[in-house]
T-cell receptor
Framework: DTAVSQTPKYLVTQMGNDKSIKCEQN?????MYWYKQDSKKFLKIMFSYNNKELIINETVPNRFSPKSPDKAHLNLHINSLELGDSAVYFCASSRQGGRLSNEQFFGPGTRLTVL | GQQLNQSPQSMFIQEGEDVSMNCTSS?????WLWYKQDPGEGPVLLIA?????ELTSNGRLTAQFGITRKDSFLNISASIPSDVGIYFCAGLNTNAGKSTFGDGTTLTVKP
């Protein structure tokens, strides 16, 4: 049973295109995140949503727009893709409140390659 | 923003050896977390620490929350080939509402 799932696993596209990555969690968590992992493996938070509301936006270009249709889904839409957007994007989720809210469960990642 | 210094950046060790890595920060955290990322996968939580001075074990892994609340270390004893991966520390200050990740320690274990 997959806890946090992402689609697609791999995404190869041309510069300038618009693409979306989907994320779903079946853990009943209230908070979801998007992270970007670059070629040096550095893991940087991009967005955090709590109950469909944006709570963290880490100076990400506005070409990136997260959308949360419900608290189990947080999709990432990217407009006008650039070469520097190539990376692995991870979705994660956690409970809200209490000690366990600190523990994040990550999806398997989406490797985006922009040509 | 808060910064974490994680070291070493990479380690090459022989199977059976012990491993030690650490994270330090100029800021205080009230939670420290250690994750492992296997190749081609997402990070998985190994150990969570919630109290200064806390020492917690998970099998061959032991992690400690520094007394100053500005550092944490992770030890792996008697390493095996499946320990290979990237280990990330993460510090959390609940006021900030987000985890700050270290830059990772890449571990290679030679059989």
């Amino acid at each position: 049973d997959t806890a946090v799932s992402q689609t697609p696993k791999y995404l190869v596209t041309q510069m300038g295109n618009d693409k979306s990555i989907k994320c779903e969690q079946n853990l009943g968590h209230d908070t979801m995140y998007w992270y970007k992992q670059d070629s040096k493996k550095f893991l940087k938070i991009m967005f955090s949503y709590n109950n469909k509301e944006l709570i963290i936006n880490e100076t990400v270009p506005n070409r990136f727009s997260p959308k949360s249709p419900d608290k189990a889904h947080l999709n990432l839409h990217i407009n006008s893709l650039e070469l520097g957007d190539s990376a692995v994007y991870f979705c994660a989720s956690s409970r809200q409140g209490g000690r366990l809210s600190n523990e994040q469960f990550f999806g398997p990642g989406t490797r985006l390659t922009v040509l | 923003g808060q910064q974490l210094n994680q070291s070493p950046q990479s380690m090459f060790i022989q199977e059976g050896e012990d491993v030690s890595m650490n994270c330090t920060s100029s800021s205080i955290f009230n939670t420290w977390l250690w994750y492992k990322q296997d190749p081609g996968e997402g990070p998985v939580l190994l150990i969570a620490l919630y109290k200064a001075g806390e020492l917690t074990s998970n099998g061959r892994l032991t992690a400690q929350f520094g007394i100053t609340r500005k550092d944490s270390f992770l030890n792996i004893s008697a390493s095996i080939p499946s320990d290979v991966g990237i280990y990330f520390c993460a510090g959390l200050n609940t006021n900030a509402g987000k985890s700050t990740f270290g830059d990772g320690t890449t571990l290679t274990v030679k059989p």
